[in-house]
């Protein structure tokens, strides 16, 4: 047998494991057998590498890493599913349908609800060409490199496909490789993932396509259109032809009436704990096809299908003592401490009482008995307390005069409802502003995990952020779990972090009410700290969607001493201080000076975010809506209806793409930026 013939066979024999493990639920072969047809075929395409495909079951493993995620329009909208927890809405529901239907016939499918993330697959001639977020419902992010990685998700289909098949269904982790994933993290001292929606959710928006593949995410569909149609009449009789396709698909029960329904509800609400997956309902949907089209959609939902929320699990406990936490910008947190119980099939034992307010509305006090409930199955927290319970020993919580980090002052918020320690040499607070800094949205240090932090600020090894920036390899290599390696790791992560630019340094330094938002308009309208430095509060505030009390506080710590040691120590570091995008015109300047500009619909040669930039650019205020101040509407494909009413009633000039595109080319001579490459080369409708 020949190298093209192997490659073949094992490329076959692979999509069929794949098959058999992920739509079957029923593997042949161990995990290690599977490895090892799969390294075979790597040794074999490196050794051949002109028979490579890009739907080869190698290419999951990922590839380059990619620069940003495009926005692509879907072919159809991807509409939300009104909701309820209330079985009498059920009810509603059902006689909605039967009304609607005029007495016709018809069944109930009942899914769990995945609490994943949403996506859009498309495949043409049995071929995966694009995986899109939901985003908006209208348009989603292209994630086709990341999907690609995800073995659940197949890059070729099997059998007779359709000519067009767009698939949708929900990106999971499932719960095993989710608590490997976080154990993995926590042995490494970096922070562990909150819950796995959230974590798919960030993994499906990493740049890097192989760190996607090593998290192990999942995928399971929901709904399908085929082009040609498939021939059934029913929802559920598709599903055998998705299954065959190679599509992993919902389990689904079919039932003949609502009373079916609700006892298929009450069975998914017990059985949830011992799921895969993690649920948070159940999606009830009418099985017939023709019916569907019947019922129809409102603006918002479809007429033929519901979701039921399941109530957030609630459990009585005993309230046993309050801590105190103090975060990065001093504020003290009061944390309740309970006698354990399970939520939601996790062991629970504290929760955050979020501020010293909410335990004076709550009025709860140590010894109490008490109710916690998950909030939206993720966030532990106490909602009830019983009073008749209460014992004459129970104690008060009060806030602390003392922070019970340093010791150190505290003071509570002028008009506000936080208690803040003062004590800017706080260690709480050094380390919860470390660990801040190093985040993913601000300087993006990897591997500067919460346990390696406690450490440097325990040794004092670091005091400052500039601290960070002279630590050496033999240094790190003294910390506990941090070997030769890690350490070089560590210092190369931190070195890079030195060119992120002006945005990300603002965002990082904890400036109070500056997020990634604020510190992205600054840095695009000032181009360097020094600039911004330079600015009063009162140019600061003129700033499109930054006003005066960012203004205040962006000016006050910038000309404060710990604010001018803090970026003068960066900048000793070699923390560059500059913009890479180009400063935005100041006012008066530029061929949109003095212009308010709102853009409504999709514009084929810009996203939004670049459409904003660019009018900045050019001395222009972008707005997202139409009041009798706008001078410009820019009017790109699917423009809202509203605001072209508006535009009209206000007397609003309207210019379309082309126009719009010719204004700007005269912005200091730069060329409007060039559209895209391949914006609908997948087939999304323009």
């Known amino acids: 047998m020949d190298a093209a013939e192997r490659i073949a066979e094992l490329r076959e024999a692979i999509r069929r494991h794949d098959y058999l493990y992920y ?3 029923a593997p042949e072969i161990p995990d290690r ?20 495909t890009a739907d080869s079951p190698t290419r999951r493993v990922g590839g380059e890493p990619i620069e940003g995620f495009r926005t692509v329009e879907h072919a159809e909208a991807m509409l939300s599913i009104d909701n309820t927890y209330s079985e009498a809405d059920l009810r509603e529901f059902d006689a909605r349908v039967r009304r609607g239907l005029d007495g016709e016939s018809f069944r109930y499918v009942v899914e769990p609800k ?27 992010d292209d994630i086709t490199a990341n999907a690609r990685t995800i073995r659940a998700i197949p890059l070729v289909l099997r059998g007779d496909a359709p000519a067009e098949l767009i698939v949708r269904g929900e990106v999971y982790w499932p719960r095993e490789a989710f608590n490997a994933c976080n154990a993995r993290r926590a042995e490494e001292g970096r922070e562990v993932f909150a819950n796995p929606r959230n974590g798919a959710a960030g993994t499906l928006k990493q740049r890097n396509p192989a760190a996607v593949a090593e998290r192990g995410l999942s995928f ?46 009450r069975g998914w609400a017990g059985r949830r704990a011992e799921l895969a997956y993690e649920i948070d309902g159940a999606v009830i949907k009418v099985d017939e096809l ?70 004076r509305r709550l009025d709860v006090r140590v010894g109490d008995s008490i109710f916690v409930e998950k909030a939206g199955e993720i966030i532990p927290q106490v909602v009830q307390v019983d009073y008749e319970k209460r014992s004459p020993e129970a104690r008060p919580v009060e806030p ?39 985040g993913r949205g601000q300087m993006d240090i990897e591997n500067l995990g919460p346990a390696v932090i406690d450490q440097l600020v325990e040794r004092g090894m670091v005091k400052h952020f500039a601290d960070l920036y002279s630590l050496s390899a033999e240094a790190l290599a003294e ?60 140019q600061l505030a003129d700033v499109n969607e930054i006003g005066p009390v960012i203004a205040e506080s962006v000016h006050r710590f910038l000309h404060s001493p710990a604010g001018r040691e803090t970026v003068e120590r960066l900048r000793q570091a070699g923390v560059k201080m500059t913009s890479e995008r180009p400063a935005r015109a100041e006012r008066g300047e530029g061929p949109l000076a003095g212009r308010t500009v709102v853009v409504t619909g999709a514009l084929e040669s810009l996203g939004r975010q670049e459409a904003r930039q660019a009018i900045e650019a050019a001395g222009g205020r ?48 730069r060329e409007a930026p060039p559209k895209p490459r391949g914006l609908f080369d997948h087939g999304a409708a323009p």
Request: net charge negative.
């Open 23 to 25: 739509v079957q639920a």
């Open 33 to 52: 057998e599977y490895d090892r047809l799969m390294e075979e075929l790597k040794v074999l395409e490196a050794e051949h590498p002109e028979l490579v």
């Open 114 to 140: 995945i609490d994943g993330v949403a996506v859009s697959l498309t495949y043409r001639d049995g071929r995966l060409e694009l995986a899109l977020t939901r985003g908006d419902g209208r348009r989603g």
């Open 220 to 265: 399971r569909a929901h709904g399908f259109r085929a082009t040609p149609p498939l021939p059934h009449a029913r929802a559920s009789e598709c599903w055998d032809d998705l299954r065959r396709l190679g599509i992993p698909v919902n389990e689904i029960d079919v039932c003949d009436d609502l009373d079916a329904v609700l006892g298929v509800l």
């Open 290 to 359: 023709a019916a569907r089209d019947r019922l129809g959609a409102t603006s918002k939902y479809p007429r033929w299908c519901i979701a039921y929320k399941y109530e957030a699990q609630r459990a009585e406990t005993v309230l046993q003592e309050v801590s105190f936490q103090v975060g990065r910008l001093g504020t003290i947190t009061p944390v309740a401490h309970f006698e354990p119980v399970q939520l939601a099939g996790t062991t629970v034992s504290n929760a955050s009482l979020h501020n010293f307010d909410q335990v």
């Open 400 to 438: 602390p005069d003392r922070c019970p980090a340093c010791d150190g002052e505290t003071a509570r918020d002028e008009g506000g409802v936080y208690v803040r320690c003062i004590n800017a040499e706080c260690p709480a607070q050094l380390r919860e502003r470390l660990r801040f800094f190093a």
């Open 479 to 538: 910390l506990d779990r941090m070997g030769e390696k890690s350490s070089r790791n560590l210092v190369a992560a931190i070195d890079a972090s030195r060119n992120r630019g002006l945005e990300r340094v603002l965002a990082a330094l904890g400036i109070r009410h500056v997020g990634g938002r604020a510190a992205e308009v600054l840095a695009g309208r000032f181009g360097s700290m020094d600039a911004i430095a330079a600015a009063s509060v009162e």
């Open 622 to 669: 972008s707005t997202s809506s139409v009041s009798k101040s706008t001078d410009l509407l820019v009017v790109g494909a699917k423009p809202g209806e509203k605001k072209v009413s508006q535009a009209q009633e206000c007397g609003v000039e309207m210019v379309d793409e082309a126009e719009f595109l010719r204004r700007l080319r005269g912005a200091a001579g």
